[in-house]
């Protein structure tokens, strides 16, 4: 375990203004109604993590080079000759404010599904091409659009029970996914890493806990999260793997745990209100469990 002070401004930098400021946010806005309670997610986990950041410094949002679209350009098809400035996790916070915004209007026009999931389709291509390194993408071609699938299939479990159950159990599950996956970037010695995954999985938590007090559909940081958790772990294997004994399997458990979630699709209106919610926790803590259990094993923490 880190010495306490690690642990302790952990705590009131990063643990308490996520989930303060995502609580207070969604909790606000819930207030004016249950439609709100979409927009409530969104802007809440937005203020949570924004808030994390700001006290833990994790990322920036601009590239060194001042040029945005130059940048981007450039992560997604790097000319000859040519060196990329940006690492595939500075992307990550565009992509999940991206994605939440898909996701709200989405759930803002439930009728146009099939729009919906055409654009949650494309997006999720886009962001699997840009999060994985050009040279893993030369090394791997399968590799974007494995992690294409894998974002949009947790997208879509992560949409369908919160809509479903309409309360905070599988943002609180997908909280504990985001959580674990921090957790092996500690391991994988990447303290900035680690604080990709928490900031974000505090954001989430604060959601989650309105999502319990006051009944709403509270899933739209579902994109965000199957982005930046998918992300995070393709970006860790990535910037970890000379100077980091956690196992590719390791990285690969953790950027799927949210999967563990589809046992509850086929039997989701058995599980109601508490249930739902315990058993998403449930399941969402199981499958985070076993990441971190390998990283334990592997590449256990030293001070």
């Known amino acids: 375990m880190p010495p306490w002070p690690e642990v302790e401004a952990a705590l009131l930098h990063l643990a308490l203004p996520g989930v303060g400021a995502a609580f207070l946010v969604a909790l606000a806005v819930r207030l004016l109604g249950a439609r709100a309670a979409p927009v409530a997610a969104a802007l809440g986990v937005a203020a949570g993590s924004l808030l994390a950041n700001h006290f833990r410094a994790a990322t920036t949002f601009l590239p060194e080079s001042g040029d945005f679209l130059a940048s981007l350009g450039m992560a997604l098809e790097r000319p000859a000759g040519e060196a990329v400035a940006e690492a595939p996790r500075f992307w990550l916070p565009w992509l999940a404010l991206a994605a939440l915004l898909i996701d709200l209007v989405a759930r803002l026009r439930p009728d146009d599904q099939g729009v919906n999931w055409s654009a949650k389709t494309l997006f ?16 791997s071609p399968w590799l974007p659009w494995a992690l294409s699938v894998a974002m949009a299939s947790q ?5 369908w029970l919160s809509s479903r159950w309409r309360n905070g159990g599988a943002m609180l599950a997908a909280s504990a996914c985001l959580a674990a996956g921090g957790v092996v970037m500690l391991h994988a010695h990447s303290a900035r890493l680690a604080d990709f995954g928490l ?42 793997s000379e100077g980091s004994a ?25 599980w109601p209100g508490w249930r739902g919610v315990a058993a998403a926790v449930w399941l969402g803590v199981v499958g985070a469990g076993v990441a971190v259990g390998l990283a334990m094993r592997y590449a256990p923490l030293t001070f």
């Open 124 to 139: 999720c291509a886009f962001a699997g091409r840009l999060l994985v390194p050009d040279d893993l993408r030369l090394s």
């Open 199 to 240: 900031m974000m999985a505090c954001a989430v938590a604060g959601v989650g806990l309105v999502g319990l007090m006051f009944e709403g559909d509270f899933g739209s940081p579902s994109g965000a999260v199957a982005v930046w958790l998918s992300g995070l772990m393709v970006a860790g294997r990535w910037e970890t």
């Open 155 to 159: 997208w879509a479990i992560l949409w």
């Open 246 to 270: 956690v196992p590719l399997a390791c990285f690969a458990v953790a950027g799927l745990a949210p999967l563990a979630l589809l046992a509850l699709v086929p039997s989701a209106d058995r």
